[in-house]
């Protein structure tokens, strides 16, 4: 029997973890979940696999959930800890870190340092530390199982092979739903607009970074401490029809790509079930009659690849700079405040005013992710200020 943590579970991601686990059968067990501050999704998943611990971030949430799920014999934490107990959580086979943002990042350094074997679904906790984490002996890849469909199509094309073997990777991206569009048009893009993706069925936050393409600018800093390349290794290509995953080029110019359905269960159940594969009844993709196009991603009216490039050239703070002012961005966009070209201007200008540190520790990281937020809000405050 494998026991799962899954931190994130009401999240989109953590959400398609518990139906994988569902389908795989009484092998694969729930040991723990964890979530924000939806008591009533959480409660749910409490009732039908009874883990050992729960967990929710917003503490009034977890008094609501103690009260529903009394009847079960469920260790219920609050706030922040309650993540970290879960990501160490003594019974735990496998834990998936399914949140979104800097929150998997703390929880991944305490899984890591308790030996504990991860199914990584949280690219910002790679591209906050994963430098931080490889000059303290910590970034174990062997014990870090990709989730994202990118990610995981690498690995799975690379098997037994070593990065010294890597001529380069393309990592594919589907170009958002904005894909040749003009500055002039994306100027009048609403949030609206922006959370309709053309394949894939995502949580608001990561539908638009896709959209900007921060998305696969934060998968290309994860990649690269992943599989230990450089950035001159990692390529980055738009396949509108997000069907090959992402491909790998070896040094004698073989060419691996892994090509499935735009669909997640596949990924997630593959790190679950590593190193055995399980058969499932996910959609097949059927080749024929199908025309695999590629092109080369926009970098001048979508920025924020560029931007992402930029800070894992510079390292040391600057990549929890860059994803801090992005997640401040993007909730601003959401929320109306700002327009979809502002995005990557405030964080432009945030990173801008950085002073980074070299070699920072978890406390700098964590520093940084809070000043550059602040630093945010106030970029906004005064694109605002304009704009009235």
Known sequence: MKKIAVLGSTGSIGCQT?????????????????????????AEQIRHFQPEMAALSDTTAADRLRDNIKPYKCLLESGPEGHLTAATWPT???????????????????????????????????VIGGEILMRQGLLDRESILPVDSEHSAIWQCLGASTSGNINRI??????GPFFGKTREELE?????????????????????????????????????????????QIEVIIHRQSIIHSMVEYIDGSILAQLGPPDMKLPIQYALTYPERRKSDFERYDPFGRI?????????????????????????????????S????????????????????????????????????VEDAVHADSWSRVRAAEVIDELTGRVS
């Not at 686990?21 to 008591?39: F, M, Q």
């Not at 894939?200 to 390349?229: C, H, P, Y």
Request: glycine share 8%.
């Open 326 to 361: 992005n997640e401040a961005a993007v909730a601003a966009f959401i929320e109306g405040k700002i327009s979809f070209t502002a995005i990557p201007l405030v964080i432009e200008t945030v990173m801008r005013d950085h002073d980074v540190i070299i070699e920072p520790g």
């Open 170 to 175: 393309y990592l594919t991206a589907s170009g």
């Open 92 to 126: 735990a086979d496998l834990i998936v870190m399914a949140q979104v943002g800097f929150s998997g990042f703390e929880p991944l350094v305490a899984a890591l340092q308790h030996g504990k074997m991860i199914a990584l679904a949280n690219k910002e906790s790679l």
């Open 292 to 324: 695999l196009e590629f092109d080369r991603p926009d970098r001048d009216n979508f920025p924020c690849l560029e931007l992402a490039f930029s800070a894992a050239r510079t390292g040391g703070t600057m990549p929890a700079v860059l994803n801090g």
């Open 18 to 42: 518990l139906e994988v686990i569902d389908s795989l059968g009484p092998e694969y067990r729930v040991a723990a979940l964890t979530a924000g501050s939806n008591d009533s999704l959480l």
């Open 188 to 232: 009048k893009v609403t949030p609206a607009m922006a959370l309709k993706h053309p394949n894939w069925q995502m949580g608001n936050k990561i539908t638009i970074d896709s959209a900007t393409m921060m998305n696969k600018g934060l998968e290309v800093i994860e990649a690269r401490w992943l599989f230990d390349l450089s950035l001159d």
